[in-house]
């Protein structure tokens, strides 16, 4: 597998239902992130989370990281139409000049029906 | 709030022409990026630039790519001789430095169709 696969590929729930997305990942990293996108925008950054931390709460989200399994999780609660979009998380690897190169999962397609 | 731009939101060009992609980072960034995305596919890294030289490359950035920040405000991609699998959304990124570097602030992208 890559370097950062999300699963699963896509996930339809309710309005007011939570929302769970996972990452996995192979090489060691410094920080991971998610982001978000709507269809045919840019990508979002919605949290990040340092390599020595386990848990971080941003509102409603909540992700977790797994160092030694190498997995992410994602938790949006209380979901509302508006977050209906795709979900990546990125890993980074520090670069020659201390550049943080991202290196982004597959995604998850995020579907809240209303 | 600050936001990075990029321009033309949608190029269509012949194969074999030259493209240049534009990009206006968030004004104290230092750090440039340029991603791809293959309709469909994973977003990619393309290239990384910091004190007006490329700091890293990927594999797809071949002689075929070029990046340059001509002034203070502007930093641009160029693809040499476009092929039909260059087709992808083309993202710019910027970061700050200090630990806000690892925050990448992404513009809406340009879609490049090559026919």
């Known amino acids: 597998s890559q370097q950062g696969e999300e699963d699963p590929q896509a996930l339809s729930i309710q309005e007011g239902e939570n929302a769970t997305m996972n990452c996995s990942y192979k090489t060691s990293i410094n920080n991971l992130q998610w982001y978000r996108q709507n269809s045919g925008r840019g990508l979002v950054h919605l949290i990040l989370?340092?390599?020595?931390?386990r848990e971080k709460h941003s509102g409603r989200l909540r992700v977790t990281l797994d160092t030694s399994k190498k997995s992410s999780s994602l938790l949006i609660t209380a979901s509302r139409a508006a977050d209906t979009a795709s979900y990546f998380c990125a890993t980074d690897a520090t670069g020659n000049f201390g550049n943080e190169k991202l290196t982004f999962g597959t995604g998850t397609r995020l579907t809240i029906i209303p | 709030e600050p936001e990075v731009t990029q321009t033309p939101s949608h190029q269509v060009t012949q194969m074999g022409q030259e493209v240049i992609l534009r990009c206006v980072p968030i004004s104290n960034h230092l750090y440039f990026y340029w991603y791809r995305q293959i309709l469909g596919q994973k977003v990619e890294f393309l290239v990384s630039f910091y004190n007006n030289e490329i700091s890293e490359k990927s594999e797809i950035f071949d002689d075929q790519f070029s990046v340059e920040r001509p002034d203070g405000s502007n930093f641009t991609l160029k693809i040499r001789s476009t092929k039909l699998e260059d087709s992808a959304m083309y993202f710019c990124?910027?970061?700050?430095?200090?630990?806000?570097?690892?925050?990448?602030?992404f513009g809406a992208g340009t879609r490049l169709s090559v026919l």
């Open positions: 990124a910027s970061s700050a430095t200090g630990v806000a570097k690892n925050i990448q602030y």
């Open positions: 989370i340092r390599s020595n931390e």
